[in-house]
């Protein structure tokens, strides 16, 4: 399976790409997550791009397709992979289209998660991250087990900057300049899926394995 899933922030896209990985045991790649470590363990690419993501902005191409081909060479990737908030633009997709090209592969899905503006600020402005390990929970939708502390590593959760009600709305202003062009993209390839980002968990997690049920996932080599 090699999967993609985009779509605002705050679609949902992390919780189902995590499902999906256990479910179908490839790994997940979370471009936010990655660029996160990144800033904790302040390396290079980390200062870089730290500005950047707390105006709520994208980082640029070249920055993220060096990252994101780096995760998808390692050993674990190879039997398939879900790519969770990458490619984010035009110039990402045919990035990453070169890549899969270059090894003989193709995408089985692109999984679009199409969210009403007012479900997204209800859900990041409940959302709390821990700074240790980037695990993301919701106050009401996600809680962790103990309150204000994450399940994994016991760190104090907290508030990310980027996920202000002014900052949120900033973030799909940029989404919708410089994402939506995707959708054409996806649907002229053939592997365009849209799905209804508004639902709920669970009913959500049965449309996606309806969906994936009707299709043949296999992105092997040609």
């Not at 790409?17 to 045991?25: C, G, Q």
Request: glycine share 8%.
């Amino acid at each position: 399976m090699r999967l993609i899933l985009f779509g605002p922030p705050g679609a949902g896209k992390g919780t189902h790409a995590r499902h999906l990985s256990e479910k179908w045991r490839v790994p997940h790649f979370a471009a936010g997550d990655l660029l996160r470590a990144h800033i904790r363990n302040a390396t290079e690419i980390g200062k870089r791009v730290k500005t950047i993501l707390d105006r709520g902005e994208l980082v640029p191409d070249g920055e993220i397709n060096e990252l994101i081909a780096s995760e998808l060479s390692k050993p674990q990737a190879e039997q398939g992979f879900i790519l969770d908030g990458y490619p984010r633009t035009l110039g990402q997709a045919e990035a990453l289209e070169e890549f899969l090209k270059r090894r003989r592969e193709t995408l089985d899905a692109a999984l679009y998660f199409k969210t009403s503006w007012d479900v997204i600020v209800d859900r990041l402005s409940g959302r709390r991250a821990c700074p240790q390990c980037g695990t993301n929970y919701h106050v009401r939708n996600i809680p962790p087990k103990a309150a204000g502390k994450c399940d994994r590593c016991q760190a104090e959760l907290v508030e990310r900057s980027d996920d202000q009600p002014e900052t949120i709305r900033h973030r799909l202003e940029v989404y919708e300049k410089d994402t939506a062009p995707l959708l054409e993209y996806y649907r002229k390839r053939g592997v365009l899926q849209e799905v209804p980002g508004d639902w709920n968990i669970s009913e959500l997690q049965e449309e996606l394995a309806r969906i994936l049920g009707k299709q043949k996932l296999t992105g092997k080599r040609q």
